[in-house]
């Protein structure tokens, strides 16, 4: 099971640890900065990493690593999923998980540590026990704690820990009983040169924040719930009736949580909501290359697509580009050779549209690019 | 002084401070000091000259401050075990709160003390938590035995508080069972004995797959995992579970679905691959692997390693979903890497246009690393599919146009493959590779472009020059590099050797007398001799058709990819290692995939003492088989009249109690074992009335050379083994008109070193019109040497008229000798160990007696007596199945399945061995046996 945690930063120092049993030195993170330093990035490194003694598993969210110290044979997506967990209650009580916040706010962090593992089997979990036993920090309660003496930490059970339903609390109560559901969902597509769709999916997300007071029984219907492949829910989805009914029938947990997340596969037609005519030519008479790309709606069912942002990662031999857009700015990072345009909304009068020159560096061999969208 | 004077005071200064403020009266000062304490520790300052100070602080109703001070204690306690003593008061008052947050607080903080003296207090506060009335304070007494067990096992077991533990599997709080389990299971890693703790039963499981559904998604990881350990008794159990947990899948959490995906493919083992089940059990496992595919990085990354194995041993299951694999541009370097590997594994006829189309716009990346993987991928591709290979080809030369250093190199190793799997096929385009000849830097490109130039010198014209320019740095180049060049220029000078010669010698000279590698001298003065003594020779070793290369180099061996199985989604799927490679100190208790169902329940409950690494690939349904036969007990004798062997102890217990109490006090020893020793075959044959007089089986005596050739001399003969010794029986009749004397007999070197172990006796001299007879005792420890067929041996016969000349055919069966039989642990691993095209199937037609009742056991005493054992007889599905080892007289295993039907005349005879040309004498030896 877990061992230890450490907590390192981009610079490579641990800045927090946290040791579940004996108390492991932190000497083995010097394992992780050796393939640290091997990757190209910080993406790169591999997130099982064996050592001599010890497995390190590591994630990588907000600029910052998670390493997990374990010795004996464990899941691997055991200890993935719990570091994401962490990370999402550090989101959850501090509303962002960075470097200083973690710092400031030391205290919290070892004793939500504390409770969401014990002996590296984990105890607490979810974001509305987890609250319940130690009281998320804000100045408010801060003033209010120093004045009337009272502390952070709950001293009784939480009501919902051993419940049938333990992601919700009891006794929750609002003047104005609201629920909010939002529906994301991703398109992946891989589109060919002469645009035809090799190969198109989508993942997709119901988000919900639902504020309603007492135990609330919620039930949603799809109109064509068959065109999910592949759903994942929430603990609190009763499975029986999705299976028999394709219904989702629920008792909420209290406030934000992800209640189901669904996958439509390629054997279903997507509709991609827009598409690129592209010209790109690189190595134009010795030294330059010319680019040119339209964007324009397809398939849009009459709505509106904002926020449309276009990255292309250049090759390597690209030092710089000159380029005109008649709507949205871009930028180019010669660095990393990222081109970065940002579109905004497009406006089917008038098809955003990015031209002009790339200087090459000179002599290197013409690699294609793969222009790749982000739409949201 | 120095400053460093003023480092100390600082710091002392600190300490200090916090000290005054840790014995302030007010609540809320001790408690900030406590947190700036707590603080300090985190970022690994030593705060341990508070001790004292804090564990003041203990004693206290505000439960903030009390957790700050046990999170203070669990860091220094063991480092000042004396001080720590002062705490134990209060953490025994503690377990006896009646809030139960304390209660568990307090157990929680005592496990995670590791000073002996604190450990002892904990037993009894522990003892009672394990029935404390409230929930969370049982399911963290649970964790806590676990801990306990890490810091004292002699104490934990002594204690008993591993039943109580055991108890906690039926709590009524699903919580609880998941806490429970997964302490059992880390009690389980770590204990030394390797036998589990808690034997599985389907009670048990029963309950855990009633947690399953109402505990956290982290409980269910830990029931799935103990659950895969499980082995269910029968298909209809696998199904049922397999049933129950399919809901699984379905989970958010990807530990919980992964640890689903496990027991599925194992429990998937035990059903039969064509059932309906099976089937749609596939379909459904298809999605919830691809979702793991959209999810974090890291949880890619994992889950593509898992899949690896899991479309090595079912292909099936994600056959349609070749394009999930495809490379998104943005992936981590090593997700791109694993799902390459596992399109090229997916790769088929069907789809082999697309994927080959991917991985072009690959090998255009930019990541060396990546790019280099995908040229190898085409190359996989082509050898995998044979109908892509020209596209393959194709795409190969248009990247080596792209004149790109590392995708050239790449491209023309991978040539090197496709023309080992498919030669004289593509020698057009090694003009184009040749263009390339002077950008190859790597050892390894190098070697195979002059591999290349070797194998195809014929073609080549300037081949001659072209080897020569790599001769000239022959000194610096890598040594794989060397013998490359060195069997390249042997071979072109055996296709052209005019113009050759001088290169040749130039690189004998240069292997032999100028380099200090072994390797490469003793290769070149391999070819030197063989170059000097027999040009013809040489060419027929040095240019030999080469066997094809096979599709796929780099599959796991299907015993560790079925080992892996058993271990999906923990870290031995992700390095593709057993556990028992990386993990210090466990024992070796390895897991194996549960046998194909067929087999009734008859041997698998025999099979508790599971100490035997009884690792099996259960694709192969024959070996499927043996594993249900009783591994552990040896004494179980491969007859088919003990029903009832003596499986344990146990059983002998109650067989003896029961026959005491029948026979009054006769006995006291239990009845000895029904079970017949495997020597007392024979007598059983006379049970069952099978001829008694068919001992060994002695071919009638043919005539080897008739009396025509032998100028006027008559042999006849046949061979029998008599009392472990081979004879060769022999009637010479002299059918000439005059006497004939001074016999003698040689053999020719032949494939059993069979020689003659003393002269020829015969009567001498011999009349004509009569026949003597003569019994030739043989030895096999003469020069031997490879006879088609196999059984001939040449024999010379002498006497006063002349030397004869005739050939004869050894029975097999007389080669089988008296220590064939194998054991039976040795048989089961030897059947693995042979690889599957080693196996020879045939069927003995037209067998007598097939119908009687008893005709299984007359063919077990009928081979006994011929010297083939039976290692162990088993029923399926009313046909028995028999094990039998033999072994030849030159030191050959030979294993045996036989197939019996009751009313079927035919036998089904499957044979394995390391050097399967002996099969047909084998088979021809049972038909003898049989039919005789």
């Not at chain 2, 009884?614 to 007859?639: E, H, R």
């Given at each position: 099971m877990i061992h230890s945690l450490f907590i390192i930063n981009p610079s490579g120092d641990v800045f927090m640890e946290k040791h579940w049993k004996s108390v492991i030195s932190r000497s083995v993170c010097d394992y992780f900065f050796d393939h640290q330093r091997k990757a190209s990035s910080p993406e790169d490194i591999p997130p099982v990493i064996a050592t001599p003694h010890h497995y390190l598993i590591s994630v990588y969210r907000s600029s910052m690593f998670f390493v997990a110290v374990c010795t004996t044979e464990v899941a691997p997506l055991f200890v993935v999923e719990f570091l994401h967990r962490v990370v999402d209650t550090f989101e959850d009580y501090f509303s962002e998980c960075t470097e200083s916040i973690i710092k400031e706010h030391y205290v919290v962090v070892y004793e939500l540590l504390d409770e969401m593992l014990d002996n590296g089997f984990p105890l607490a979990t979810e974001s509305n026990i987890l609250k319940e036993l130690i009281k998320p920090p804000n100045i408010l309660r801060t003033i209010a704690n120093t004045v009337t003496g009272k502390s952070n930490v709950s001293s009784t059970l939480p009501s919902g820990q051993l419940s049938n339903i333990p992601w919700r609390r009891t006794g929750v109560k609002y003047t104005n009983n609201e629920a909010y559901f939002d529906m994301i969902e991703e398109v992946d597509a891989i589109i060919d040169k002469s645009g035809s769709t090799v190969c198109a999916e989508i993942q997709g997300y119901i988000d919900c924040c639902i504020k309603l007071s007492g135990m609330p029984d919620l039930s949603l219907s799809f109109v064509n719930p068959r065109l999910f492949d592949d759903v994942s829910f929430h603990p609190c989805v009763r499975f029986k009736r999705w299976e028999s009914e394709r219904v989702l029938s629920f008792i909420p947990p209290d406030g934000n949580f992800r209640l189901m997340s669904y996958h439509i596969g390629s054997q279903s037609i997507v509709a991609i909501p827009v598409y690129v005519r592209h010209s790109l030519c690189l190595r134009e008479s010795g030294s330059g290359g010319r680019l040119d790309i339209t964007l324009?709606?397809?398939?849009?069912?009459?709505?509106?697509?904002?926020?449309?942002?276009?990255?292309?990662?250049?090759?390597?031999?690209?030092?710089?580009?000159?380029?005109?857009?008649?709507?949205?700015?871009?930028?180019?990072?010669?660095?990393?050779?990222?081109?970065?345009?940002?579109?905004?909304?497009?406006?089917?009068?008038?098809?955003?549209?990015?031209?002009?020159?790339?200087?090459?560096?000179?002599?290197?061999?013409?690699?294609?690019?793969?222009?790749?969208?982000?739409?949201? | 002084m120095t400053d460093s004077k003023y480092f100390t005071t600082t710091k002392k200064g600190e300490i200090f401070e916090l000290k005054s403020e840790l014995n302030n009266d007010k609540k809320e000062k001790k408690k900030e000091a406590v947190k700036k304490v707590i603080a300090s520790m985190t970022v690994g300052k030593d705060v341990s000259a508070l001790f004292p100070d804090v564990v003041n602080c203990m004693q206290t109703d505000n439960l903030e401050l009390k957790k700050l001070v046990y999170l203070?204690?669990?860091?220094?306690?063991?480092?000042?075990?004396?001080?720590?003593?002062?705490?134990?008061?209060?953490?025994?008052?503690?377990?006896?709160?009646?809030?139960?947050?304390?209660?568990?607080?307090?157990?929680?903080?005592?496990?995670?003390?590791?000073?002996?003296?604190?450990?002892?207090?904990?037993?009894?506060?522990?003892?009672?938590?394990?029935?404390?009335?409230?929930?969370?304070?049982?399911?963290?007494?649970?964790?806590?035995?676990?801990?306990?067990?890490?810091?004292?096992?002699?104490?934990?077991?002594?204690?008993?508080?591993?039943?109580?533990?055991?108890?906690?599997?039926?709590d009524s709080n699903p919580m609880v069972v998941a806490n429970a389990v997964a302490a059992l299971s880390e009690i389980n890693e770590s204990s030394s004995s390797g036998s589990p703790l808690v034997e599985m039963t389907p009670q048990t499981v029963n309950k855990l797959l009633t947690a399953l559904n109402e505990c956290t998604e982290w409980g269910q990881v830990f029931i799935l995992d103990s659950l895969a350990n499980y082995s269910p008794r029968d298909e209809r159990e696998a199904q049922s579970t397999c049933e129950r947990i399919t809901p699984r899948l379905a989970h958010a959490n990807a530990a919980v679905v992964l640890s689903a995906v496990k027991v599925l493919m194992k429990f998937m083992e035990m059903l039969p691959s064509d059932s309906e089940f099976v089937t749609s059990l596939t379909k459904k496992l298809a999605p919830p692997l691809v979702t793991l595919l959209s999810s974090e990085p890291e949880v890619q990354y994992v889950a593509?390693?898992?899949?690896?194995?899991?479309v090595q041993k079912r292909p099936d299951i994600l056959k349609h979903e070749m394009k999930v694999f495809f490379v998104k541009y943005n992936d981590p370097i090593y997700v791109k890497l694993e799902k390459?590997?596992?399109?090229?594994?997916?790769?088929?006829?069907?789809?082999?246009?697309?994927?080959?189309?991917?991985?072009?716009?690959?090998?255009?990346?930019?990541?060396?690393?990546?790019?280099?993987?995908?040229?190898?991928?085409?190359?996989?591709?082509?050898?995998?599919?044979?109908?892509?290979?020209?596209?393959?080809?194709?795409?190969?030369?248009?990247?080596?146009?792209?004149?790109?250093?590392?995708?050239?190199?790449?491209?023309?190793?991978?040539?090197?493959?496709?023309?080992?799997?498919?030669p004289n096929k593509y020698e057009s385009i090694i003009s184009t590779l040749c263009e390339n000849l002077d950008t190859l830097d790597e050892p390894e490109a190098r070697a195979s472009m002059i591999w290349i130039i070797g194998e195809y010198a014929e073609r080549i014209d300037n081949a001659d020059e072209l080897l020569e320019s790599f001769l000239e740095g022959f000194a610096d180049e890598n040594s794989q590099v060397q013998l490359q060049l060195?069997?390249?220029?042997?071979?072109?000078?055996?296709?052209?050797?005019?113009?050759?010669?001088?290169?040749?010698?130039?690189?004998?000279?240069?292997?032999?007398?100028?380099s200090d590698n072994p390797d490469l001298r003793d290769r070149g003065f391999i070819y030197w001799r063989l170059l000097s003594t027999d040009p013809a020779a040489a060419k027929e070793v040095v240019l030999a058709e080469k066997p094809l290369i096979s599709e796929e180099t780099d599959l796991l061996e299907p015993t560790l990819l079925d080992e892996l199985i058993c271990h999906i989604s923990s870290?031995?799927?992700?390095?593709?290692?057993?556990?028992?490679?990386?993990?210090?100190?466990?024992?070796?208790?390895?897991?194996?995939?549960?046998?194909?169902?067929?087999?009734?329940?008859?041997?698998?409950?025999?099979?508790?003492?599971?100490?035997?690494?009884?690792?099996?690939?259960?694709?192969?349904?024959?070996?499927?088989?043996?594993?249900?036969?009783?591994?552990?007990?040896?004494?179980?004798?491969?007859?088919?009249?003990?029903?009832?062997?003596?499986?344990?102890s146990a059983a002998m217990d109650l067989l003896g109690g029961g026959l005491d109490t029948l026979l009054g006090e006769t006995s006291s020893s239990p009845a000895p074992p029904s079970a017949l020793p495997a020597s007392s075959a024979a007598l059983l044959g006379d049970i069952f009335g099978a001829p008694a007089a068919s001992a060994t089986y002695v071919a009638p005596k043919t005539t080897w050379l008739p009396a025509e050739k032998g100028k006027g001399l008559d042999i006849s003969g046949s061979f029998v083994r008599r009392n472990g010794q081979l004879f060769m029986d022999l009637t010479f009749s002299n059918k000439a008109m005059q006497p004939m004397l001074g016999f003698a007999i040689q053999f020719n070197k032949n494939s059993f070193g069979i020689t003659p172990a003393s002269p020829l006796q015969v009567q001498s001299p011999l009349p004509p019109g009569v026949a003597a007879d003569a019994s030739l005792p043989l030895a096999t420890t003469g020069p031997v040497q490879k006879m088609e067929p196999l059984t001939t041996l040449q024999v010379a016969v002498k006497n006063n008229v002349d030397v004869m000349y005739f050939a004869c055919q050894i029975p097999m069966h007389a080669l089988f000798v008296e220590d064939g039989q194998m054991d039976k642990r040795v048989f089961l691993a030897t059947w693995k160990e042979i690889p599957a095209q080693?196996?020879?199937?045939?069927?003995?037609?037209?067998?007598?007696?097939?119908?009687?009742?008893?005709?299984?056991?007359?063919?077990?005493?009928?081979?006994?007596?011929?010297?083939?054992?039976?290692?162990?007889?088993?029923?399926?599905?009313?046909?028995?199945?028999?094990?039998?080892?033999?072994?030849?007289?030159?030191?050959?295993?030979?294993?045996?399945?036989?197939?019996?039907?009751?009313?079927?005349?035919?036998?089904?005879?499957?044979?394995?061995?390391?050097?399967?040309?002996?099969?047909?004498?084998?088979f021809q030896a049972y038909d003898n046996i049989l039919h005789g």
């Open positions: 324009g709606p397809k398939q849009t069912l009459g709505r509106t697509i904002e926020n449309v942002v276009l990255e292309i990662p250049m090759p390597k031999s690209v030092l710089n580009c000159g380029l005109v857009t008649n709507q949205g700015k871009y930028t180019f990072d010669p660095v990393s050779k990222l081109l970065v345009w940002e579109v905004g909304r497009i406006d089917v009068t008038k098809l955003p549209n990015i031209r002009g020159t790339i200087s090459l560096q000179s002599g290197s061999p013409p690699v294609e690019a793969n222009p790749s969208i982000n739409v949201s | 203070y204690l669990m860091n220094y306690a063991k480092s000042q075990p004396d001080m720590a003593i002062m705490a134990v008061n209060t953490f025994v008052k503690d377990c006896e709160d009646p809030n139960p947050l304390i209660r568990a607080l307090a157990v929680r903080t005592m496990g995670c003390i590791r000073v002996d003296k604190i450990t002892e207090y904990l037993c009894e506060p522990l003892r009672k938590c394990l029935k404390d009335e409230d929930p969370y304070v049982r399911k963290t007494a649970a964790v806590c035995v676990a801990k306990l067990y890490d810091i004292n096992s002699s104490m934990v077991e002594d204690q008993g508080f591993l039943d109580q533990l055991k108890d906690l599997l039926s593509l390693r898992n899949i690896n194995l899991i390459l590997d596992i399109m090229i594994r997916l790769a088929s006829q069907a789809n082999v246009a697309q994927v080959l189309s991917e991985l072009k716009e690959y090998a255009t990346e930019v990541d060396v690393d990546f790019v280099r993987k995908a040229v190898r991928a085409i190359g996989r591709c082509a050898i995998k599919v044979e109908q892509s290979a020209e596209r393959c080809v194709s795409t190969l030369l248009d990247l080596i146009q792209t004149k790109v250093n590392y995708v050239v190199q790449e491209a023309i190793v991978v040539i090197k493959d496709i023309f080992r799997k498919y060195l069997t390249a220029i042997v071979k072109l000078f055996l296709k052209r050797p005019s113009d050759t010669q001088e290169l040749v010698q130039q690189v004998l000279s240069l292997a032999t007398q100028d870290l031995a799927s992700v390095y593709h290692k057993p556990p028992s490679a990386f993990v210090e100190g466990r024992s070796g208790i390895r897991k194996s995939l549960p046998a194909s169902a067929r087999a009734g329940s008859e041997g698998v409950e025999s099979t508790e003492s599971q100490a035997a690494p009884a690792v099996i690939p259960a694709q192969d349904s024959l070996i499927g088989d043996l594993l249900s036969m009783d591994i552990g007990g040896p004494t179980v004798a491969p007859v088919a009249a003990a029903p009832a062997a003596p499986f344990g080693n196996e020879v199937q045939y069927t003995i037609t037209n067998v007598m007696h097939s119908a009687d009742s008893n005709f299984t056991d007359t063919v077990v005493s009928r081979m006994q007596q011929n010297n083939v054992f039976t290692i162990a007889k088993r029923n399926v599905e009313g046909q028995d199945m028999l094990y039998q080892s033999l072994k030849l007289t030159n030191g050959i295993w030979v294993l045996n399945e036989l197939k019996i039907q009751p009313g079927n005349p035919n036998i089904t005879l499957s044979l394995k061995s390391r050097t399967p040309n002996v099969a047909e004498g084998v």
